[in-house]
């Protein structure tokens, strides 16, 4: 290694070190964060997210700072300031049913040690979360070799220091997607949604951990939700038997009998100009 990769390599070092030390709070001493995990529901995985959701937001809902000792005293509380944090790294589904998610895979977990977790505040600032987020998703890994504590977050943390996250909340799907993909040329633009429900932003990992196309959660295979609400993709994008991707506007004669299969590349679309800035042309 040369001297000049040598030193950025432990400039880099450094810096990491530091921000840790900037997330470690002495005040920050809860320690009952080591509740009963959700009941088993081990089921094959396919995919990865990563779900961040924005720290302000959350600490305003629990109704101002929190004292030290507190669950949320980190968080809320104490010395550093957050903004989008980094809620977990979920194994989901399979790809055309992604709501069928596997969770809490090993069942209870035995209480992880608090000095294991300090590593990871910078990220997600909550031993409470951290233990939640290992025992109910962490089990359940793809690969064994992550199911250990120390491998899960550290996986979890790298693709997080891979992302630049925006400064500010984001609520706007479209806005928000365009500045991720601005600012992380690595994301494909189907690879980040917004959940408007958890109001929170998703990026979409395969099983190598490369990103790609989301499939969205609550639609079927078509386009459907789980509830018949055909609006859950306003405009569909299919691939022909000749491989020409088209596009399906509600007010096309076959939009409703046009089925989008995730695993074949086939997308969902909120509006025209996204079909279209996504190389795909209007259905004859």
């Not at 290694?1 to 070092?13: E, I, P, R, Y």
């Not at 995919?47 to 101002?64: E, I």
């Amino acid at each position: 290694m040369s001297l000049t990769k040598l030193f950025a390599a432990v400039c880099l070092a450094l810096v990491a070190v530091l921000a840790h030390a900037d997330c470690v709070d002495p005040k920050d001493t809860y320690e009952s964060y080591n509740v009963v995990a959700d009941p088993t529901q081990d089921r094959p995985s396919e995919f990865y997210v990563l779900s961040y959701s924005w720290a302000p937001s959350y600490c305003a809902q629990k109704g101002g700072q929190r004292r030290p000792g507190q669950k949320d005293y980190l968080q809320c509380g104490g010395k550093a300031h957050f903004g989008y944090i980094l809620h977990g790294l979920w194994p989901q589904g399979s790809v055309v049913k992604p709501n069928d998610y596997p969770r809490a895979c090993g069942g209870d977990q035995p209480k992880i040690d608090r000095a294991l977790l300090a590593k990871y505040f910078c990220m997600t600032p909550s031993v409470w979360l951290l233990q939640h987020e290992f025992e109910n998703h962490g089990t359940c890994m793809i690969d064994q070799h992550l199911r250990t504590p120390e491998a899960y977050f550290d996986k979890a943390l790298t693709l997080h220091n891979a992302l630049h996250l925006p400064s500010r909340q984001m609520t706007n799907e479209a806005q928000g997607k365009a500045w991720f993909v601005l600012h992380n040329p690595q994301l494909p633009e189907d690879s980040v949604y917004f959940d408007r429900e958890a109001k929170e932003w998703r990026i979409c990992y395969d099983r190598d951990f490369a990103p790609f196309a989301c499939p969205r959660p609550g639609e079927q295979p078509g386009g459907q939700s789980g509830n018949g609400d055909a609006n859950a993709c306003p405009v569909k994008g299919n691939i022909s038997a000749k491989h020409r991707k088209l596009y399906f506007e509600p007010s096309h004669p076959t939009y409703a009998s046009v089925v989008i299969d995730f695993s074949k590349g086939e997308r969902c679309f909120d509006n025209v100009e996204q079909a279209l800035a996504a190389g795909w042309k209007k259905a004859p």
